[in-house]
T-cell receptor
Framework: KQEVTQIPAALSVPEGENLVLNCSFT??????LQWFRQDPGKGLTSLLL?????REQTSGRLNASLDKSSGRSTLYIAASQPGDSATYLC????????????FGKGTKLTVNP | EPEVTQTPSHQVTQMGQEVILRCVPI?????FYWYRQILGQKVEFLVS????????KSEIFDDQFSVERPDGSNFTLKIRSTKLEDSAMYFC??????????FGSGTRLTVV
């Protein structure tokens, strides 16, 4: 059974700092991995999608990497801003069945001005 | 940018009542899903829907739950007799291989 773990559970940084969020998964049989952002009480906004054959994806100040064999992904945020404050969720799309997403519990990021 | 639309944004219902949560997925997507998130917990899979039928359902998705795509555009989740523990945020999603999952903004269901 696929399990996704995100470390740390919470992170507080000063504005301008570069930071890394970590995600690990137990079963490397995945189609892809997706990072989402969730603001309090809101929906999930897709940030980056990495296919299982890819090593990384970039969008603006965000860079996500994937090491499928070791079951790890990182989300790198450059030059953090207060508007980046949110919970960041990592999810893997499992192979087999309906290929559902399995989520981690998230990292709650606070960027202080 | 195409969106997944969910209504209502918030629903309060009495225990034992039926609720219907509505979703309009992205029109050219073929895979549709319902997920839920109990406050403070992980987002968890409920059910997937492909080619007008359920392709997989979780242990949570018991006989009290049902899904329908009545008119080729709307996608609904019905809970027949709500319990207190059904209180959660319910998310509809659709999927393509290119964009991955696109989630709606959710319906917050409160059972009192």
């Amino acid at each position: 059974k696929q399990e996704v773990t995100q470390i740390p559970a919470a992170l507080s940084v000063p504005e301008g700092e570069n930071l890394v969020l970590n995600c690990s998964f137990t079963d490397s049989a995945i189609y892809n991995l997706q990072w989402f952002r969730q603001d309090p009480g809101k929906g999930l906004t897709s940030l980056l999608l990495i296919q299982s054959s890819q090593r990384e994806q970039t969008s603006g100040r965000l860079n996500a990497s994937l090491d499928k064999s070791s079951g790890r992904s990182t989300l790198y945020i450059a030059a953090s801003q207060p508007g980046d404050s949110a919970t960041y969720l990592c999810a893997v799309r499992v192979q087999g069945g309906s290929e559902k997403l399995v989520f981690g519990k998230g990292t709650k990021l606070t960027v202080n001005p | 940018e195409p969106e997944v639309t969910q209504t209502p944004s918030h629903q309060v219902t009495q225990m034992g009542q039926e609720v219907i949560l509505r979703c309009v997925p992205i029109s050219n997507h073929l895979y549709f899903y319902w997920y839920r998130q109990i406050l403070g917990q992980k987002v968890e899979f409920l059910v997937s829907f492909y080619n007008n039928e359920i392709s997989e359902k979780s242990e949570i998705f018991d006989d009290q739950f049902s899904v329908e795509r009545p008119d080729g555009s709307n996608f609904t989740l019905k809970i027949r007799s709500t319990k207190l523990e059904d209180s959660a945020m319910y998310f509809c999603a659709s999927y393509t291989g290119y964009h991955g999952y696109t989630f709606g903004s959710g319906t917050r269901l409160t059972v009192v």
